[in-house]
């Protein structure tokens, strides 16, 4: 044992210098290593390939130095591309030092002795070393210099990183750098979906991509290319002999892409993914969209035919966008008819410019007013000339229809009745709405007033897309996703699932432009509505169908107007052309399932009034009602009038000897019975009889509130809240046929003279309670409920 110790320090002390400068070396080695020095990524500026979210190339931008490169990492390259290339250009790359002396030595012999071709004797390393310092090697000096910048690299950098920044530097031909925009421009693929010819292709490229590349510009490789690559393939299959069964595939031609036929896909989406990416993540080399590039291809041969159609309208320019309800994705974005037409200045971004909505904001008139209990969808609107303060807003068509509901009044785009339904809004007006709603660069809520309802605002394309998707998605308002990676981010309730559902119903009900002409029914239901702005300027159409929200825009860039540009007429179409496209493309389109909001009820109406039927009421129907939120009364429009049969006027009471019948009789306000008659419809107006006191009107007593009692306290243990109903009940006359309960104005429910409704109080307090019978007579009493112990 001491003799072996006594060797071991022997040979340390005779190779002690050899030992120390070894261990300085591996020292300074490390001390590279680990000195911070910027990776070799950054060495050279990237391009940008974008996607579609199926994986297809929508385009591949110029790095700033004007090449394309897209940086790859060596784990998402094809390992037969890397392999080939250490077998074609360095197969001693993983264990020299960065420099391999026989090549050197090899180079110079062919070079400057036998004055033959010259050769360089480069490794990988080297080669990376000249194309990072943009080094003249052709000169002993030069050479030197790129031996030492070789040095540099292996002393800094691992394997790994050399053999991968050299890949992705490699001149590919023309101004092509790299494997990862090789292979986009030449293949159309990613480099780890490269065959084994394509992968030999790029192996062999670098080495004289000029020659090589001669006369193959839209065609399949030429002579000397096929060559190289094939004698590489005959190397290859020396390493890899299980590959000699693909030999067949190198008799095949093989085609490289020209670059005059790069993908130039959707424009305006992957310009404006670009700008997002130059202020979030400014190092990305790629970037995945939403875009569906089939239905992107889709829109945009639409509006080219559509624009192709109307040309001699005047209509050259429109927009598009649709968006997935699902997940917000837009799916497809067209910006312009011509991304190149200077004439309409095509590269201006249609869905991100600021115009007038027109009417398309409507809808949310409506469904404020449903959540704030104004009216409901069935509540009759005065359509008749009317001041608003200061501020008179008219019809499109310059006409008045009179009474309409509110649904008909949405379908037909009236303007009084939306103004009137606006000025009844509280908190939030449509204003503080559309402010909570994202809608940017608005003005303060005094400069609009009540025009706002009619487009007196702007807002985007986008904005209104997102607005029509929330109406979609129950009230639930979520930003609009352009790229993949963007997070789903959580929803925000602007309106009840309640007001979202009837105005979507109601919107169902409106007709396509082209169903008078004997147009097929849509397999899928379509929730639209047109725009139309002040000076025919901009023409809109929005909705909703499947799973996707559809806006569309008509008009010019210049805010020029037409008198073409009118929602129903120039920008429906367009919508509905690709709407039956897509339906047509898509045969499994479905819209998404969503519940029944639980709040909602059905509640019989007069159709005339919109209010409870009455017994005279001859025509009844349905409506959406939101109990204790949807305003509902007795209607009272028919009124039965007792009629003297000698004298045909009313009769005077008391009635008993006289011979009477009874008629009912519509009793319409003046300024609607004005508007009746403007319109060749006029109503027949009630008898008078200015003999008598209460002429013509019905014997018989108003209804009397059995329960609650009147002056009671009701008393409700705290643990049985929510489950005590309390009882109400009534006595009626005897032409009674149904009585209508009320709480506080909010309609509750209805029971027969002999039955009895239960109401569930939500809490202690003071109430008003209601009752009237179909013939519009009424009893109210108040009622207190405490909560005990």
Known sequence: MRKLLRLVLRFLHRWQNWLAGLALLAAMLAGCRLWPHPPLRQALPSSVAVYDAQGRLLRLTLASDE????????????????????????????????????????????????????????????????????????????????????????????????????????????????????????????????????????????????????????????????????????????????????????????????????????????????????????????????????????????????????????????????????????????????????????????????????????????????????????????????????????????RFLGPVTATEALVRSRNVPAVWVASQLAQPSLYQFLRTAGISRMASERHYGLALVLGGGEVTMQELAGLYAMLANRGELRPLRLLADAPAAPGTR??????????????????????????????????????????????????????????????????????????????????????DALEAERPGLAEPVHRMPAQLKRVPICLASGDLPNQWCPQRGLTWFIPGKSPIRVSNVHRPVVIDDATGQPACPPYAGKRTHVEVFEFWPSDLQRVFAQAGMPRRAPPRNDACVDAGRPDGDPPRIASPLRGSLYALRVKDRGRAPIAFAATADADVRMLYWFVDDAYVGRAAPAGSVAWQPHGAGRYRVRVVDDHARSDERMLDVALVE
Do not use: C
Request: charged share 20%; net charge positive; proline share 7%.
């Open 67 to 398: 090449r394309y490169r897209v940086w790859t990492p060596l784990e998402q390259m094809s390992p037969a591309l890397v392999d080939a290339v250490l077998l074609h250009e360095d197969q001693w790359f993983r264990w020299h030092p960065g420099i391999n002396p026989y090549g050197l030595l090899r180079g110079a012999w062919v070079t400057y002795v036998r004055h033959g071709d010259p050769q360089g004797g480069s490794t990988l390393t080297m080669q990376l070393a000249r194309l990072l310092w943009r080094l003249n090697t052709r000169t002993p000096m030069g050479k030197l210099r790129q031996i030492g910048r070789a040095l540099q690299l292996e002393a800094f950098h691992s394997k790994h990183d050399i053999l991968e920044a050299y890949l992705n530097f490699a001149p590919y031909g023309r101004n092509i750098e790299g494997v990862g925009a090789a292979s986009l421009a030449y293949f159309d693929k990613s480099p780890a979906r490269l065959n084994l010819p394509e992968a030999l292709t790029l192996a062999v490229l670098p080495q004289d991509p000029t020659r090589r590349l001669a006369a193959t510009d839209g065609a399949v490789i030429n002579a000397a290319l096929a060559r190289s690559r094939n004698r590489l393939f005959a190397a290859w299959v020396r390493t890899h002999p299980r590959d000699a069964a693909l030999k067949p595939l190198f008799a095949l031609p093989l085609a490289l892409r020209p670059l005059s036929r790069l993908p130039f896909e959707a424009p305006h989406a992957a310009e404006e993914a670009l700008r997002a990416r130059r202020l979030d993540a400014p190092g990305a080399a790629s970037m995945t969209l939403t875009l569906d590039l089939d239905l992107q291809h889709s829109l945009e041969r639409q509006v080219r035919r559509y624009i192709e159609h109307n040309d001699a309208r005047g209509i050259r320019n429109a927009s598009a966008i649709l968006v997935d309800t699902r997940d917000m994705g837009v799916k497809a974005l067209v910006g312009s008819a011509d991304y190149a037409g200077a004439a309409i200045q095509g590269q201006v971004d249609g869905t991100q410019a600021k115009r007038s909505p027109g009417s398309t904001l409507k809808p949310f008139i409506y469904a404020l007013g449903f959540d704030q209990g104004v009216l409901h969808p069935q509540t009759v609107l005065r359509d008749v000339p009317t001041a608003f303060g200061p501020y008179t807003p008219e019809n499109f068509d310059g």
């Open 494 to 579: 602007l309106l009840s699932e309640e007001a979202s559902f009837m105005v979507m119903d109601m919107l169902r009900q409106n007709p396509r432009p082209d169903e008078a002409s004997g147009a097929q029914p849509m397999r899928l239901p379509v929730y639209w509505k047109t725009g139309t702005s002040w000076g025919f300027r901009d023409a809109w159409t929005a909705g909703a169908f499947g799973p996707y929200v559809l806006v569309v825009w008509v008009g010019n860039f210049d805010g020029s107007g037409n008198p073409a540009y009118v929602g129903i007429e120039a920008a429906a179409p367009l919508f509905f052309n690709i709407v």
